[in-house]
């Protein structure tokens, strides 16, 4: 049974760092392809972040220059460091696992597998 169980998530001020994470199982960690979406109180859900099985991100202009993603293949963890921290960063955080239907844009990938999400809140 696979099972994706995102952490971390908070409420932080603007300006703060975060580092979120999702512990997997269930599959074969290594050979899968991740990714971090969020989704916000009446906004549509947003891929922000993609890693490869051979650990190449990928970042949607929004985040880039302050989120890192990464994965520790030796854990089956997947995490997402968060800094400068604005507003508009407040949503829910959902780790995915394992391409379903491959995409020409990586932000349009669509996955496997899905967490429940981890609420980060950031205020002003």
């Known amino acids: 049974q696979v099972q994706l169980v995102e952490s971390g998530g908070a409420s932080v001020q603007a300006g703060g760092s975060l580092k979120v994470s999702c512990a997997a199982s269930g599959f074969t960690f290594n050979t899968c392809e991740l990714g971090w979406y969020r989704q916000a109180p009446g906004e549509e859900r947003e891929l922000v972040s993609f890693?490869?099985?051979?650990?190449?991100?990928d970042y949607a202009e929004s985040v880039k220059g302050r989120f890192t993603i990464s994965r520790d293949n030796a854990r089956n963890t997947l995490y997402l460091q968060m800094n400068s921290l604005k507003t508009e960063d407040t949503a829910v955080y959902y780790c995915?696992?394992?391409?379903?239907?491959?995409?020409?844009?990586?932000?349009?990938?669509?996955?496997?597998?899905r967490g429940q999400g981890t609420q980060v809140t950031v205020s002003s």
């Open positions: 890693i490869t099985r051979h650990g190449k991100p």
């Open positions: 995915a696992a394992c391409i379903a239907v491959l995409s020409s844009d990586w932000q349009k990938h669509t996955f496997r597998h």
